[in-house]
């Protein structure tokens, strides 16, 4: 079964920093992307970034909101992903998903989709 | 790249017919996802690559549409289904979502 547990949620000040981690189990974790979505209270959804998969290097992507503040790494010996975000903003308030990338294989291949999703976890970037 | 849905919102009744639209500003082919999200859980994808079904979910949903335009419908709407809809297109990075369409009990 398919599982993705977000952790590392909690309560900052503005200008702190909070690790997430988003743990992998019951599929192949170097096949596939990972995306990492955010959600403020009562808001619509935002893309965070994305983790490559081994065949695409591993690389990065970030939305131009967090670009310079987030980092996203992982552990494959973990089969985790992280989220660093350092210089938080009150707006970056919101529950984190974590969700897992199809891998489309075909003539050309894809990867995208957020086909699994973890639970979320709530971070709180207040005064 | 923005992603238009609309209506915000509607009122609908079981059995009903209900459509809803993504336009997005500039073409993304048939990179268009669907996911239904209900208060309190994370979202479920219903569609991807604007038409394909995903594995589990009920044949009264569909997805059309390439482009710039898009539509999801749920041509019989269950008690289940009131929600909020969300559109996401994987052409271009930024990565976006739509607004969301929030699905109401009339």
């Known amino acids: 079964e398919v599982q993705l547990v977000e952790s590392g949620g909690g309560f900052v000040q503005p200008g702190g920093s909070l690790r997430l981690s988003c743990a992998a189990s019951?599929?192949?974790?170097?096949?596939?992307?990972i995306d990492w979505v955010r959600q403020a209270p009562g808001e619509g959804l935002e893309w965070v970034g994305r983790s490559r998969n081994k065949v695409n290097g591993y690389t990065t992507e970030y939305s131009p909101s967090v670009k310079g503040r987030f980092t996203i790494s992982r552990d494959n010996s973990k089969n985790s992903v992280y989220l660093q975000m350092d210089s938080l903003q009150t707006e970056d308030t919101a529950v984190y998903y974590c969700?897992?990338?199809?891998?489309?294989?075909?003539?050309?291949?894809?990867?995208?989709?957020?086909?699994?999703w973890g639970q979320g976890t709530l971070v709180t970037v207040s005064s | 790249i923005q992603l238009t849905q609309s209506p915000s919102s509607l009122s609908a009744s079981v059995g009903d017919r209900v459509t809803i639209t993504c336009r997005a500003s500039?073409?993304?082919?048939?990179?268009l996802a669907w996911y239904q999200q209900k208060p309190g859980e994370a979202p479920k994808l219903l569609i991807y690559?604007?038409?394909t079904l995903q594995s589990g979910v009920p044949s009264r949903f569909s997805g059309s549409g390439s482009g710039t335009d898009f539509t999801l419908t749920i041509s019989s709407l269950q008690p289940g289904d009131f929600a909020t809809y969300y559109c996401?297109?994987?052409?271009?990075?930024?990565?976006?979502f739509g607004g969301g369409t929030k699905v109401e009990i009339k």
């Open positions: 996401q297109q994987f052409n271009t990075y930024p990565l976006t």
């Open positions: 690559a604007a038409s």
């Open positions: 019951g599929f192949t974790f170097s096949d596939h992307y």
């Open positions: 500039q073409g993304i082919s048939s990179y």
């Open positions: 969700a897992r990338q199809m891998s489309i294989v075909g003539t050309t291949p894809f990867w995208g989709y957020s086909d699994y």
